[in-house]
């Protein structure tokens, strides 16, 4: 289970797992002397109320020390797959953002030509919507 702490100002957020049997060791104590979850869970954090266990906690450390190194292999894994990703659609928003101005123009001199020529009016605003679209897209 993943349990997100949030402090009581600012925008940090802290989020970790906990493992299934822990959270549900916590419900079945919080059943039994009449606790909500998320009360016993802050009391068990904010206190250190856990087994204080040195041999334990040295594995513990060991377990969690090998946990962060394999989810950092992780994260530059995900990196490099992600980069090449965001700089193609970088650049394909910045070529759809150079056609929707040379569509505009288009349309500006089709309208204008139109007047001209004494042809009938026609509407664009479907088109005109989407050209809108791209040319405010942000960076």
């Known amino acids: ?4 702490v949030r402090p009581k100002r600012g925008w940090r957020r802290v989020t970790f ?9 916590i419900r079945e104590l919080c059943e039994r002397y009449d ?3 998320g009360e016993a869970v802050r009391i068990v954090l904010l206190h250190g109320y856990l087994e204080d266990d040195s041999n ?3 594995e513990t450390f060991e377990r969690l020390k090998e946990e962060i190194s394999r989810l950092e292999k992780e994260l530059y894994e995900l990196e490099g797959k992600w980069s090449p990703l965001k700089f193609r659609s970088y650049y394909i928003a910045m070529d759809n953002q150079n056609l929707a ?5 288009m349309i500006a001199e089709n309208k204008r030509l139109r007047e001209r020529l004494g042809l009938p009016k026609r509407d ?3 088109v005109e919507e989407k050209t809108h679209y791209y040319l405010n897209f942000e960076k």
């Open 56 to 58: 334990a906690n040295e």
């Open 17 to 25: 797992k906990v493992p299934d049997e822990t959270m549900e060791r």
């Open 124 to 126: 664009y605003s479907e």
């Open 1 to 4: 289970m993943k349990l997100t």
């Open 35 to 37: 606790f909500r979850v």
């Open 101 to 105: 101005i040379q569509l505009s123009a």
